[in-house]
């Protein structure tokens, strides 16, 4: 049954200012006696297989690109088992195995976004009740896209949240048992159930975003949330100061609170790396961000840091190790990432504190975010003065000195996952020249892995070397970020919309992830402003919206100040940590229903078509490294979002690849004439890694093309791409034919050229679709 | 084991199937014995004095050539032809026994790498390793590729470029 259209146009700020309520169309109860509309779609709370039709159209026109990282599978006794030709002793081949990790990574990353958003549910939900309220306040109205998509509900409290988070971990464990040694055979099966947990993933974090958003008092998608200080330079490392380190905001919260309770916000530093700096930073305003995860052990290495608070997610795990060899303290905050150390929850703060302090023990497990918080402070506090040697550079004498015993026996170069010039950073600096150690560590080239160091038969610390050089050098960096906003205002959507799905904007990009970058975080910044040059909506979160604020354009602003922070062309959207993810595929959801009223309850794979067909977004995690980036794109990919990765993402060893020269694949189903028509590769990949920063660049742009592109939309669009082909490759595209339906879809600029080339091809024109998708006819427009 | 056929990242060995160790002599007997050969050069030569060389090599037996990522710029504004496609789409082609080669005349037999950055690299010879028994790669990077059938060893500049000059002969 095609549901009916849910009515919107009531749906703005004067109905809701004036607290009207308005009722149109039939309300049904549902079992638990709550009403639910009557336009629920055919999936609420989907099950595995539930979606496993809609996967199977993805799949089948972008096939799974398998790239083997191991050959071998090692899970279980029956193996090790070289699977290079062969079968494992359980039957597995290789595409399977390969689909297998990629949906283990997925869950796994899945898990850790569950996980993250289960703690922060029951915790605020401890501290604020079951029954505080999800308000976005005056702007927003489709609070939770996702959750009203996949569940089929509008979440009205933090209890609502838990039961979302209740059916993700109850899907997840379904899908983790797929990967137990014979259980899923099928690379295609094991392809949907990733998919699967990519959506368990998003919605996951729309959870987990919400939570803080409402009961923490962050951003409820402000485009003028305010700037943040960031950066090396920000900080006073005169001041005791408190690194906070993961992507749970509860125990920086915990500090920031103690902090303002006690008065001391002006006598101790909060600063924070990875998507913790993110969303203490929403919280409050005080808190600085030092940077990426690529800051990490640089920092830690600096010595700035009296005490380390770790939560969860993308910490190193050496950081204890490493914490010791500066005297700093370490406090553990979750059970995820115990550490070995005491758990000392239960015990008073003022025992604690004095165990740190009399370095009786190195850390401490503490479960509870407010004494976290008061721990954190006291300590930093009492310890900074003794400290304070630590945080002193020692000359480049030294440093000289040290590059001097380098036997350039090279293999700190092969090991490095870049490949970047560390041998020879060390012989120049061995000879008093630090420039190519300073390049190392500009804009994080070195993202500081620390794997030259383990390498060194010199046992050469390599990591304080780039870092005290760099610190020497570049020791005043000091920048602004927007603080994360959250989501897109329904009022936003309403505005960009039609120009979204028309084509008259030429696209949204999201940057987002981790900062494994082939060439370091500039390379981000410089897609950012190509792009927002261009037109295009920006959106960032994550690691990415750090490397977009450290670079500062010629005029010396960062694009933050550059660039309003409004989901408009030209706009630079930050929209928070990692779990703000979520709202990236919430605003084309978003699209669908406001702007074409698309019903959205228990209705995915409508929502998703639509998408597809008609949202040209196009995803970029340029330095992904994680499993939660892993299950991020994987997501959004399910909803029809291609991604572009770097290629380090190649790892993750699976791409979804569309074939151009298999014309067939590109068919469209036109649901209002009723008739198959010849469609375009748009988008070409939903999941594709580029070698380098030019070929990502143009394939963005390319990604960004739908079906549905009105002939305006479609110049506009085929404008970009060309110029940036022509840019990057010297040329005007040879597949530009490809989406050149009629003439009118010729770009004026590139007229005659690509007429000329039109001839060449014998290219002739088709049909635009009306109604572009990828699901099945509906019976009505069968004429049945 | 010799230095020469550890990977030049060594954390890239993936099974126990490793790659050929070739010489310039071995490369040229499986070009001769190649009838339908592929050039994939990614952007790592753009400023390499391997570069020359490398286009020699394909001209001087008419092999077709694939440049990857920005590479295809590089080459244009030099007379050279080539066809540009992302590493990862031109290994999918490639893994296709049915794909119709890059000039329509069926899917080559013998795939050349050179200059493609080091790990996308190792990942593509791996699907190609595992997906396209109907074909053979040989790398003729600086590098040892141990995920190709065939590759040059680690060399520092002087010697690679001697080991290029040679197949180029």
Redesign the interface.
């Known amino acids: 049954m095609t549901p009916k259209n849910k009515p919107k146009e009531f749906k703005n700020d004067f109905w809701k200012s004036k607290n009207f309520k308005v009722s149109i169309g039939e309300i049904v109860e549902n079992k638990e006696g709550e009403t639910a509309p009557e336009s629920m779609g055919p999936t609420p709370k989907p099950n595995i297989t539930d979606l496993r039709s809609w996967d199977m159209k993805l799949l089948e026109r972008y096939e799974p ?8 599978c090692c899970l279980c006794t029956f193996g090790k088992c ?4 062969k079968k494992g002793a359980c039957g597995i081949d ?1 595409q399977a195995q390969q689909a297998r990790i990629v949906l283990l990574a997925c869950c796994i990353g899945t898990a850790a976004h569950a996980g993250h958003g289960r703690h922060m549910v029951d915790h605020l939900i401890g501290k604020y009740g079951a029954d505080f309220p999800i308000d976005l306040g005056m702007n927003i109205d489709i609070e939770a896209p996702l959750t009203r998509t996949i569940i089929g509900k509008k979440p009205k409290t933090l209890s609502d949240l838990e039961e979302v988070l209740s059916y993700t971990e109850e899907q997840l464990s379904h899908l983790l048992s797929a990967c137990h040694t014979g259980q899923e055979g099928s690379s295609l099966d094991f392809e949907s159930k990733a998919l699967h947990a990519g959506l368990m993933d998003d919605l996951a974090r729309e959870a987990g975003d919400l939570a803080q958003i409402v009961a923490l008092g962050m951003p409820k998608g402000d485009e003028n949330a305010p700037l943040i200080e960031m950066g090396l330079g920000t900080i006073d490392s005169k001041k005791p100061v408190v690194l906070c380190i993961g992507h749970n905001v509860v125990p920086g919260a915990g500090i920031m609170d103690y902090m303002e309770d006690h008065g001391l916000e002006e006598d101790v530093e909060v600063c924070g790396i990875c998507c913790a700096a993110i969303d203490i930073s929403r919280y409050n305003k005080a808190a600085k961000v030092v940077g990426p995860l690529s800051k990490q052990l640089k920092f830690i290495r600096s010595g700035v840091a009296d005490v380390i608070v770790v939560d969860e997610q993308c910490i190193r795990t050496d950081v204890l190790e490493e914490a010791v060899k500066n005297k700093a303290a370490v406090i553990a905050t979750t059970d995820k990432m115990c550490l070995g150390l005491p758990d000392l929850t239960d015990q008073d703060a003022d025992e604690i504190v004095s165990k740190l302090v009399c370095r009786e023990i190195d850390g401490a497990l503490i479960l509870d975010p407010e004494k976290v918080g008061e721990v954190a402070t006291r300590v930093a506090m009492k310890i900074a003065d003794e400290r304070e040697n630590l945080k002193i550079l020692p000359d480049l004498d030294e440093i000289q000195e040290m590059a001097k015993e380098c036997t350039e026996c090279g293999w700190c170069v ?2 490095c ?1 870049n ?1 970047k010039p560390m041998m020879d950073a060390v012989v120049a600096a061995g000879k008093g020249d630090f420039s190519t150690f300073v390049e190392l560590y500009e804009y994080d080239t070195c993202y500081s892995c620390g794997r030259c160091e383990q390498e060194c038969e010199r046992e050469l610390p390599l990591m304080s070397m780039i870092t005290k050089v760099g610190e020497h050098y570049i020791k005043d960096q000091k920048y602004n970020m927007r603080a994360g906003r959250g989501p897109v205002q329904d009022i936003e959507i309403r505005k960009v919309g039609a120009p979204i799905v028309l084509g008259d904007i030429p696209g949204v990009i999201a940057f987002v992830g981790c900062s494994n970058y ?1 060439e370091g975080g500039l390379e981000v910044a410089k897609m950012a402003e190509e792009f927002l040059e261009r037109n295009y909506i920006v959106v960032t979160t994550g690691c990415g919206a750090m490397s977009i604020g450290e670079y500062r354009d010629e005029e010396g602003k960062t694009l933050y100040e550059k660039y309003g922070g409004e989901f408009d062309a030209k706009g630079l959207v930050n929209m928070g940590s990692c779990v703000s993810n979520a709202h990236v595929s919430g605003a084309c959801i978003k699209i669908a229903n406001i702007f074409a009223q698309k019903p959205l309850e228990g209705n995915f794979e409508e929502i998703a078509d639509y998408i597809l067909n008609r949202v040209g977004a196009c995803g970029v995690a340029w330095g992904a490294y994680s499993q939660k980036a892993a299950a991020i794109a994987t997501g959004v990919n399910r909803w029809g979002i291609p991604a572009v990765i770097g ?2 993402g ?2 993750y060893r699976r ?1 979804y ?1 569309g ?1 151009t ?1 298999k014309k067939e694949k590109w068919n469209l189903n036109d649901l209002r004439s009723g008739e198959v028509v010849e469609g375009e590769p748009a988008p070409e990949h939903l999941l ?5 920063r ?2 990502a660049t143009v ?1 963005i742009a390319k990604l960004c093309i739908r079906p549905n592109d009105t002939s305006k939309g479609r110049q506009i669009k085929l404008n970009q791409y060309i110029d940036l082909h022509r840019k ?4 005007i595209p040879d597949d530009i034919s490809k989406f050149i339906r009629n003439e009118k879809d010729i770009p004026i600029t590139y007229k005659k050229d690509v007429m000329n080339m039109l001839e060449e091809t014998g290219w002739e024109p088709r049909a635009l679709p009306q109604e572009p998708s990828t699901m099945a006819f509906r019976e009505k427009a069968k004429g049945k | 084991m010799n230095e020469r056929v550890i990977p ?4 890239v060995i ?4 490793q790659a050929l160790l070739v010489t310039p002599e071995t490369a040229e007997m499986m070009l001769k014995k190649a009838k339908r050969p592929l050039m994939i050069m ?2 790592l030569i753009k400023e390499s004095s391997a570069l020359p060389f490398a286009v020699l090599i394909a001209e001087k037996r008419n092999i077709p050539i694939v440049s ?3 590479m ?2 590089t080459l ?2 030099s007379d050279i032809k080539s066809k ?1 496609y ?4 031109i ?3 490639l893994k296709d026994p049915d ?2 080669g890059i000039n329509g005349e069926g899917q080559h037999d013998l795939v050349l790498f050179i200059g ?5 690299g190792s ?2 010879l ?2 190609l ?3 396209a ?1 109907h074909l053979k790669t040989l790398t003729l990077c600086k590098f040892f590729h141990s995920n190709a059938d065939a590759s040059f060893p680690n060399m520092k500049d002087e010697e690679w470029i001697k080991y290029l000059e040679k197949l180029a002969e």
């Open positions: 690109f398998y790239a083997p990282f191991c050959d071998m070289d699977l290079t030709g290789i092969r090991v996952p490949g082939p290629p380090h190649s790892k791409l690849l074939r020269d594709y890694a580029a070698e380098n030019g070929e394939m990057y490759f010297g040329t | 030049w990242q060594p954390t993936a099974g126990p199937k990614g952007p990857t990522g920005d295809f710029k244009n504004e540009p992302g590493v990862v789409e290994v999918n082609l794909w119709g493609v950055i080091y790990y996308i990942q593509g791996s699907t390793k595992h997906f028994p």
